[in-house]
């Protein structure tokens, strides 16, 4: 049986460390209906920072105004101290923030390398030091690099939708709900891999429901309810919070 190492949390950046990514009073609606309601988000470079919530918090949403998919109905969203909130979102990727969507939402009639190679539409084409690291983190993509990727697993579809956006050399990596539909040892391995990807230099946002998993890996995190924030602090404070325990864990307080 395959041995699964339990994500470590990587050596947490100061407290100095420069705020790479400010959401500054971030309202964002749908129609009538607030899905953001004012919230303060800040994380610093080289941090990994856990975004929880349950369905329906904001959490999907966030990550979408910051990747330039959805435009704030007021509030800032800054990367490297520049505005970028109502950029068009191929900017986006061109400023060095990635996405990896809920859904995974592979090009399913592509080549996993052709899925790859898409990720590096903004050189031009995709430089082979970027595709060996790719291939590299996620050797199952390596096995499977002529395979169609509709044909993938929905483990193999997650790592493939991550190294696609990887490909694009983020300095930010947004990831969400990586976890999700996935069997216990193959997010073991995942969550791995993103401790990985932060050792290497990559900053990452983590959207996730796997409250636990999420919490040992981030060095921070954030609590969404309907639209808000309503916790926050080091990661290790609230995997330990009673009120996270009972409400995400399923313990009692």
Same mark, same amino acid.
């Given at each position: 049986m395959?041995?699964?190492?339990?994500?470590q949390?990587?050596?947490?950046?100061?407290?100095t460390?420069?705020?790479?990514?400010?959401?500054?009073?971030?309202h964002v =609606?749908?129609g009538?209906?607030a899905? *953001?309601k004012?919230i303060?988000?800040t994380v610093? +470079?080289g @941090?990994?920072?856990? $975004?929880?919530?349950?369905?329906g918090?904001g959490?999907s949403?966030t990550?979408?105004?910051i990747?330039?998919?959805?435009r704030?109905a007021?509030?800032?969203?800054?990367?490297?101290?520049?505005?970028?909130?109502g950029?068009p979102a191929?900017?986006?990727v061109?400023l060095?923030i990635?996405h990896?969507?809920e859904?995974r939402r592979?090009?399913?009639e592509?080549?996993?390398?052709?899925?790859?190679?898409?990720?590096a539409?903004?050189f031009?084409?995709a430089?082979?030091?970027?595709?060996?690291?790719?291939?590299?983190l996620f050797p199952?993509?390596a096995?499977?690099?002529?395979?169609?990727?509709?044909?993938l =697993?929905?483990?193999?579809?997650?790592? *493939?939708a991550i190294g696609?956006?990887?490909m694009? +050399?983020? @300095?930010?990596l947004? $990831?969400?709900e990586?976890?999700m539909?996935?069997a216990?040892?193959i997010v073991?391995q995942?969550?791995?891999?993103?401790r990985e990807?932060?050792t290497q230099g990559?900053?990452?946002l983590?959207?996730?429901?796997?409250a636990a998993q999420?919490?040992k890996?981030?060095?921070?995190?954030?609590?969404?309810?309907?639209?808000?924030?309503?916790?926050h602090?080091p990661?290790?404070?609230?995997l330990?919070?009673?009120?996270?325990?009972?409400a995400?864990?399923?313990?009692g307080?």
């Amino acid at each position: 049986m395959t041995s699964v190492t339990e994500p470590q949390l990587a050596p947490a950046p100061t407290t100095t460390a420069p705020a790479m990514l400010e959401l500054a009073g971030l309202h964002v =609606s749908y129609g009538a209906i607030a899905a *953001l309601k004012g919230i303060d988000v800040t994380v610093r +470079r080289g @941090e990994v920072v856990a $975004l929880l919530g349950a369905n329906g918090a904001g959490k999907s949403t966030t990550l979408r105004t910051i990747s330039g998919l959805l435009r704030p109905a007021s509030g800032e969203v800054r990367f490297g101290g520049q505005r970028i909130d109502g950029v068009p979102a191929h900017q986006v990727v061109g400023l060095g923030i990635g996405h990896s969507p809920e859904g995974r939402r592979v090009f399913a009639e592509m080549t996993v390398l052709e899925n790859l190679r898409m990720g590096a539409y903004r050189f031009g084409k995709a430089d082979h030091v970027d595709l060996d690291r790719v291939l590299t983190l996620f050797p199952r993509l390596a096995e499977r690099r002529r395979q169609i990727a509709g044909t993938l =697993s929905g483990g193999e579809q997650q790592m *493939l939708a991550i190294g696609r956006a990887l490909m694009g +050399r983020p @300095e930010l990596l947004l $990831l969400d709900e990586p976890s999700m539909g996935l069997a216990p040892i193959i997010v073991a391995q995942l969550f791995e891999i993103i401790r990985e990807i932060n050792t290497q230099g990559t900053t990452v946002l983590l959207v996730e429901q796997n409250a636990a998993q999420a919490l040992k890996l981030a060095h921070r995190g954030y609590v969404l309810e309907t639209g808000e924030i309503r916790m926050h602090g080091p990661a290790a404070d609230l995997l330990h919070d009673p009120r996270i325990r009972e409400a995400y864990l399923g313990e009692g307080a």
